[in-house]
């Protein structure tokens, strides 16, 4: 049976990955909803405006909204379906890509209610990546070092 830590690690990677290939699919297509289309068209042009820097290094908003949203796609797929380390890397990306969209929102002054969601994602990205960089082998760590300790205390007791 797998261990709870397993099966924690499983379940988010694979919501965190659809949910991320969800919403980059949404910023790339209007085929999924043209409204939420529309808004992030909305929103990046906003962002975009509140940034001149992005337009001097010439990224537009059109740039800059498929590069998050390739992103998101990328990485959620890498979440969902490629196993081992790659899913941490993917992970890390998404968590900065959660981390600049939090920025964007407070740059723009958006209410929370526009980017709780950012919040709450960025949120469950960092349990994920923390569970995942746990070590497995912590119960046999902990075993090895009780006998070091029982070794060394029988060896003092030679010495006395």
Request: hydrophobic share 45%.
């Amino acid at each position: 049976m797998a261990s709870p830590r397993t099966v924690t690690i499983v379940a988010l990677s694979f919501a965190l990955g659809l949910f991320f290939v969800f919403m980059g699919t949404i910023k790339l297509t209007p085929r999924l909803s043209k409204d939420a289309y529309s808004e992030m068209k909305r929103a990046y042009k906003s962002y975009a405006k509140a940034l001149p820097g992005l337009k001097k290094m010439g990224i537009t908003s059109v740039l800059l909204r498929k590069i998050i949203g390739t992103l998101e796609v990328g990485c959620g797929v890498v979440l969902t379906l490629v196993p081992g380390k790659p899913k941490d890397v993917a992970n890390f990306l998404l968590l900065l890509v959660m981390l600049a969209v939090l920025f964007f929102h407070q740059l723009v002054g958006d209410p929370l209610k526009r980017y709780a969601h950012a919040l709450v994602f960025g949120i469950l990205l960092t349990c994920r990546l923390l569970i995942a960089r746990q070590s497995e082998d912590r119960p046999e760590r902990e075993e090895r070092r009780e006998e070091q300790i029982n070794a060394q205390e029988k060896n003092k007791v030679k010495v006395s």
